[in-house]
């Protein structure tokens, strides 16, 4: 089932079990991730380290909400739904 919101965990170390509706934040190691929210249940790796050209950047709102640019695209790999949205203040925004 498509994920419509993502809630934010901020962590240490990223968990051995990743679980629906979680985005998961290493601020310390500049990554995060999350199951793919078309529901494939594939990792969707965020690597958030400013030195990387095709990194993503993380906005934490006011209101406690996340947001991440540019759009995740999870079309390599094992996915074969070809899932593209973006994540801006814990909701997911399909392309």
């Known amino acids: 089932m498509r994920t419509t919101e993502l809630i934010p965990v901020y962590i240490d170390l990223l968990p051995k079990i990743i679980e629906e509706g979680r985005v998961f934040i290493s601020k310390e190691y ?4 999350h199951l793919c929210a078309c529901g494939c249940g594939g ?4 690597d958030l380290k400013p030195h990387w050209k095709d990194g993503w950047t993380l906005t ?10 540019p759009s995740v695209d999870n079309f390599a790999g094992q996915n074969p739904y070809h899932a593209h949205y973006f994540i801006v203040n814990n909701k997911i925004v399909w392309c």
């Not at 500049?30 to 991730?33: D, E, N, P, Q």
């Open 30 to 33: 500049g990554v995060a991730i």
């Open 60 to 69: 934490e709102n006011p209101d406690g909400t996340v947001s991440f640019s």
């Open 43 to 46: 990792k969707t790796v965020m």
